[in-house]
Each structure stands twice: as C-alpha cells, then as structure tokens.
C-alpha cells in the first residue's frame, strides 16, 4: 500500500500525513469517509447476537432502576422487549469475529497495522442513546452507520480525571466540550486516546468503533519480564566477584545498584526476545475459547488439501510475523514459531489471503518446512478448512 495515496477514507489525506498530524495527536472529522455506506447487519441482527453465549455485550440504560444502568450480556430473547422509547445503548463487542462481512469492512483499515487492531464493536442506541461523557486509553474510529449521532469532544484525560460514583461504568463528572458534529451513515471520526468523548443518538442508530491494541507500560513491564524469566537459569543471580570492602556492613552500596542495572539491562535488551515477546502478546486471541485447533494427521491433512479443500483463517485468530535476526518469525494467536527466510512469501499470503487453497499455495507444499507449518496452523486453530 502506498504511503502517499490520499485515501477517501481519511478524507483525502495520505496515510502518511494521517499518522504525522492526527495519529495519537488530535481527532479527525471525516465526511463520507466510506460514500452510501449501509451496514452489513440490521439492528435486529445485532441483537440477536447479544444473546449469543459466545458473543460480548452490554446495555447501558441512561435512566434505569437507577441512573447510567448497566447490564451484561448474553440476553434473553425478551430482554429488549421490555426496553424504554429512548435513552439506552446496547453494545456488542468484536463483531467482525462473528460477521464476516463486517470484518470485511478492517479492509479499509490497511493504512495502520492489522495487529494494533483490537475489534471492531458495534452499539445500536434508541434516540437519546449513549453511554455517557467518557475516555478510552486507545485510539478509536468511530464509523456511523446507521441514522445519527452527536459527537461531543471535550478535554484531554488522565486516570485522575473525577468520575461519577459508579461501579461499572467510568462515567466522566465534568466534560468541558470543545467541538461538536452530527454524523450520518458513512461519516467517520477519528479520537486519540484520552480525550473526552460523548456520543448521543439522535434517532435509531448504529455506531462501529474500531478499537486499538496497545499494551500499558505495565503491562509490557511485568509480562516480558515474566516470559523472560522462563529462559533464565536459577544459578544466574546478583553477582559481586568485583566487591570491595565495605566501611559499614549495613549500608547497600551504589555498585549495588550498577551490578543490578548491569544484570537487567543485559537481559532487557535481547532483541530477540522481546521481539518474540511483543508478537505473542499481541496477537492473543480475545477469545482464546473460539480458537480450537483440529486433531488431525500430516498425511490425511495434505490429502485433504490435494482433494481440493479450503483453509480459511479463523476469524478470532491474530496473525503477524517478523524479521529476527536472519530468521523470521510467524506469531499466530499468542504462539510463535521460527522460520526460515524462504518463507516469506508464504507468511505474507498465510496472513492476507482470503483462503488458502491448491492453487494458490502451489509449490509451497512441495516445501517440508511449509507444508508442517500450515498444518500446525490448523492443528492449533489459527487456520481451519472452510465449511463446504
Ligand atoms: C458507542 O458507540 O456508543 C460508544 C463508543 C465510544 O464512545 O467509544
Ligand atoms: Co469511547
């Protein structure tokens, strides 16, 4: 993808001045990003995935048994029955794991990378509709769907930013509004993470958000150095062979400090690993549960292949890969595997194409490394045959 094309979908800006002056800086209004835009799925198809068991969703209700209700899915049949005229929201997450033809729409996405993608959510909202002024910690596309909805932008946020007194939901208390669109079927609105946002349905509408996968320092903290410490041996410990006599037994010297940043800057700076790290963890699945690998042999998986079966990518699989060191490296759904260099162009068609099939894999299966990487694949999930 050229970095340079200016893109309808970004309002005639390049990808490359995107990510220069709106990327995690300040949010971006566009106008028919996506022109007579219809959603892929009715209202009434979105609820009925809310009552789905495997399926993530919510209703907040605005004035409920008591304000900023909310409630979580799955739902009974009747629960959307009994619903007020107006005034709630209900808001089911990474349907795009469950419609195909809503993941089709990450499509338009291309300009970012596939593994900063988290999900694309969906809310249907009864006029008056929203879930209250309030932050994300990612950024967020906002695609409108379906009828209208007020977009209120407010002020820069942080985790001491005041919020009502409420249990589930970090409803903002003071939202100090800046700008304020109404956006119709196609329009889109880009937010940076923590600014102030509040959106309200006009009339019945359907709102996407495509949300973003970034790890906190905390996280990427505790958890690289936990998957660090499973490669390091007990005997490699704080050392001091070059300790000099001390004046006070009882005082932790500086050289202390400087054998320990020795020690954790040695590991810390693996390359290598933290790469393979960063690629496990972000591509975990959301829903590890829905990625299930096939109990199958080498010999019957190729024969189905040369039969003329089709593999397709699981939709609650994440897949990337990466250069390490001369190697490369495909992540598929929180594991990694080492590959040689040839194999490039086989990853690259594992990760993008719409299925993977004779044709198109060709002399890939003539290749042993390949041929048991793409059964791996299927045997742990990340890829499974199509339904016929
Ligand atoms: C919504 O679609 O109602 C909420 C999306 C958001 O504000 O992040
Ligand atoms: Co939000």
Not at 26 to 37: E, G
Not at 210 to 231: M, N, Y
Request: aromatic share 10%; charged share 25%; with cysteine.
């Amino acid at each position: 993808m050229n970095p340079d094309t200016p893109l309808q979908m970004l309002g005639g800006l390049t990808a490359r001045e995107f990510l220069r002056d709106y990327w995690q800086k300040k949010p971006l209004l566009v106008r028919q990003a996506i022109p007579d835009f219809e959603s892929p799925i009715s209202p009434d198809e979105l609820a009925g995935l809310a009552l789905e068991e495997e399926v993530e969703s919510r209703l907040v209700i605005e004035h409920g048994e008591r304000p900023w209700e909310l409630r979580r899915g799955p739902f009974a049949e009747d629960a959307f029955a009994t619903l007020p005229e107006r005034d709630w929201t209900l808001l089911v997450q990474a349907v795009d794991q469950f419609v195909p033809e809503v993941a089709e729409l990450l499509e338009h996405f291309k300009f970012l990378p596939k593994w900063r993608i988290d999900d694309l959510m969906i809310s249907f909202a009864a006029p008056g509709g929203g879930v209250g002024p309030h932050f994300d910690n990612y950024d967020v596309f906002l695609l409108q769907a379906h009828g209208k909805r007020r977009w209120q932008i407010g002020q820069r946020c942080d985790s001491d930013s005041p919020l009502l007194d409420h249990a589930d939901l970090k409803i903002l208390a003071e939202f100090e509004q800046t700008e304020e669109w109404v956006l119709e079927p196609g329009d889109m609105l880009y937010l940076p993470p923590l600014l102030a946002h509040c959106g309200t349905a006009e009339d019945d509408c359907m709102t996407y958000s495509v949300g973003f996968r970034a790890p906190s320092a905390a996280e990427v903290l505790t958890h690289f150095t936990d998957f660090l410490g499973q490669f390091l041996p007990d005997e490699e410990r704080y050392s001091d062979a070059d300790a000099e006599p001390t004046s006070d037994p009882h005082q932790i010297q500086r050289d202390a400090l400087d054998r320990l940043k020795a020690l954790l800057n040695e590991h810390m700076g693996d390359e290598r690993l933290l790469m393979t790290w960063f690629g496990q963890f972000m591509t975990e699945p959301r829903y590890p549960e829905l990625v299930n690998g096939l109990d199958i042999d080498e010999p019957a998986f190729l024969a189905a292949l040369q039969d003329g079966a089709i593999l397709v990518r699981n939709p609650s699989a994440r897949l990337a890969w990466s250069e390490v060191g001369e190697d490369l490296v495909l992540f598929a759904s929180g594991q990694s595997r080492l590959l040689s260099a040839g194999l490039r162009e086989l990853l690259k068609l594992i990760c993008s194409a719409d299925s993977l099939h004779v044709d198109n894999l060709g002399q890939w299966l003539a290749d042993a490394e390949a041929r048991n990487l793409l059964w791996e694949l299927v045997k742990q999930g990340s890829l499974g045959f199509a339904d016929e």
